[in-house]
Nanobody, 127 residues
Framework: QVQLEESGGGSVQPGGSLRLSCDAS??????IGWFRQAPGKEREAVAC?????????YYRGSVKGRFTISRPLAGNTVHLQMTSLKPEDTAVYYC?????????????????????WGQGTQVTVSS
C-alpha cells in the first residue's frame, strides 16, 4: 500500500511558476507520475520518473522545456517544477505511483497503470 500527498498548488498569472511536491509513503519501490485533469477533459500524463530516478524522465510535449520532474536521492518525494505557466496548464494535478516501474521516455504513461493516487492539488493560471 502506498499513500501519496500532493502540495504546492495555487493560482498564478501567465508566465509564473509553481513547484508541486508529492510525498509518498509505503513499502517497495515505484515510479511516480504526475497527471492532470481539466474540467470536461480526460486525465492526461504530464511527467513521470523511474523508481531510482535514473534515466530520462517522460514529459508531455506541451510541457517540455517548461516543467522539470525530480526525485532527490531517489527518495519518496518527487517535485514538479513548473515555469512559464500558461492558462491551458490550469487543472487539478495528481501524483500517482506505479509499482511496476514502467516510466520511460519512450512511452506515454496511462492512468490505469498507476495503482495509487493522491487527492490532487489545483493549479490555476489566469490573469
Amino acid at each position: 500500500q502506498v499513500q501519496l500527498e500532493e502540495s504546492g498548488g495555487g493560482s498564478v498569472q501567465p508566465g509564473g511558476s509553481l513547484r508541486l511536491s508529492c510525498d509518498a509513503s509505503g513499502s517497495g519501490s515505484y515510479a511516480i507520475g504526475w497527471f492532470r485533469q481539466a474540467p470536461g477533459k480526460e486525465r492526461e500524463a504530464v511527467a513521470c520518473i523511474s523508481a531510482d530516478g535514473v534515466g530520462t524522465p517522460y514529459y508531455r510535449g506541451s510541457v517540455k522545456g517548461r516543467f522539470t520532474i525530480s526525485r532527490p536521492l531517489a527518495g519518496n518525494t518527487v517535485h514538479l517544477q513548473m515555469t512559464s505557466l500558461k492558462p491551458e496548464d490550469t487543472a487539478v494535478y495528481y501524483c500517482a505511483a506505479d509499482p511496476a516501474n514502467r516510466c520511460t521516455v519512450f512511452y506515454t504513461p496511462r492512468p490505469y497503470e498507476y495503482d495509487y493516487w493522491g487527492q490532487g492539488t489545483q493549479v490555476t493560471v489566469s490573469s
